[in-house]
């Protein structure tokens, strides 16, 4: 008994030296989003086997698809990309075919980028892939339990939006 | 009133062309995942403004203090990473003397990784901001609502920790 008195715990070791560090990782918010993100990305490109496309390039093909031809940098603030990302996706995007790029003829160094028809077709045949990733993401929680996690995520995305280092224009 | 209805609206023709691709970006679980996490790294970021360092740095740094002298490989496991970026972030981390390296003994080409002093100097050091970091990040939650977020996204991850590639070892 004494000796289990006075060897501290590795709790309570951990605890004097760094208190955060010492919680599991799975009781770290910060941690779980990480995961759940990589688990997402996981089962979206699991789902477009074959297909070539990450995530973020579906979502840039489907806001260009949303709002037509526009800025890059337009581009950026609604995928949520900083300049340098944003760049790297539209290169990609139109070395396939599925955007293309002109010089703005009003702004000779701004660049818009529009969906072609390719880029069109390929979002088509990724989207439903898109959405079983999605409703897989979910799946282990009840139809009630997914709405208030989607509601709590929104309000937090929202509330906090002008914290991340490339914010979205939202309404 | 022809006109508006012979023109499909944005939104028919979009869930004419793809139907995921038309929902708004803030209705996607997945985006709204890869959000949070980009503001949670940014509010880290700002919380440890000048210490240079990472959430993935600290969260490595914190299992290696949990957990003392362990395999490379045993970190990437933890942590959620592959073997690539596990490698890296060791690297990082050796190279500012926050961790030693050594061969295992027994298993000549396999690496076992410890925190040294002054990368517990380190962790304690950043501490308290990734603590800040992870409130801010619930922040615009009630208490309530916080603990019911925790509790669904652990349940997410836990539930299909097998899908990420890298998955975690979890109890």
Redesign the interface.
């Known amino acids: 008994m004494r000796r289990t008195r006075s060897i501290p715990t ?1 709790k309570e070791s ?1 605890a004097a ?6 919680e599991p ?16 990305v ?3 490109v ?1 789902q477009a086997d074959g297909m070539d496309i990450t ?2 390039q ?2 840039a ?3 260009l ?2 709002l037509g031809e526009i800025d890059q940098s337009v581009l950026a603030v ?3 990309m900083d300049r340098t990302n944003v760049s790297e996706v539209v290169r990609r995007l139109a070395s396939r075919g599925y955007v293309k790029v002109r010089i703005n003829p009003t702004h000779g160094r701004r660049r818009l980028i529009a969906l072609t028809s390719a880029g ?1 077709a390929f ?2 045949k ?3 892939c ?2 079983i ?2 409703d ?6 009840s139809p009630l ?1 997914r709405q ?3 509601d ?10 002008s ?4 914010p ?1 224009r ?1 309404k």
Do not use: Y
């Open positions: 590795r951990s030296a760094a208190h955060f560090a010492a990782l799975m009781d770290r918010v910060g941690f779980l989003i990480r995961r759940l993100h990589q688990i997402h996981a089962l979206f699991q995530t973020i579906f979502t093909l489907s806001v698809h949303q609604q995928v949520g069109l979002l088509k990724a989207d439903d898109a959405r990733a999605h897989r993401t979910i799946a282990p929680l339990e208030i996690f989607a709590l995520l929104r309000r937090l995305v929202r509330e906090q939006n914290l991340g280092r490339a979205l939202l």
